[in-house]
């Protein structure tokens, strides 16, 4: 059974950063593709940054590239998200996830295939 745990939510300033952190155990990472999904309060989940380890392909959606790094340390077995110049609108529970190897926008616009999720940490952007 594989597990996630996320880390590194909190409150921040508009423009500022976060890096969070998924810890991952049960199995190695490099059988899966690993995802970060967010939800704010009353919206779907939204696949905003995905790494397929197989060929460490990665993939950003319009509302975060630029801003955010999806980034792993094997050695951790962890996979991180640095989260740059932060927006109100970037509040939301993040969550990690993980499916099968599979690439990486796949894995973002399929969070209804993911097979494993984590518990989520809060990040909350406000002045």
């Known amino acids: 059974q594989l597990q996630l745990v996320e880390s590194g939510g909190d409150l921040v300033q508009p423009g500022g950063s976060l890096r969070l952190s998924c810890v991952v155990s049960?199995?190695?990472?490099?059988?899966?593709?690993i995802g970060w999904f967010r939800q704010a309060p009353g919206k779907e989940y939204e696949g905003i940054s995905c790494?397929?380890?197989?060929?460490?392909?990665?993939y950003y959606s319009d509302s975060v590239k630029d801003r955010f790094t999806i980034s792993r340390d094997d050695a951790k077995s962890t996979v991180y998200l640095q989260m740059n110049g932060l927006k109100v609108e970037d509040t939301a529970t993040y969550y990690c996830a993980a499916r099968g190897v599979t690439p990486a926008q796949s894995m973002c616009f399929g969070p209804r295939r993911v097979d494993y999720w984590g518990k989520g940490t809060l990040v909350t952007v406000a002045s």
């Open positions: 790494i397929n380890f197989k060929d460490d392909s990665t």
């Open positions: 049960g199995f190695p990472m490099y059988y899966y593709s």
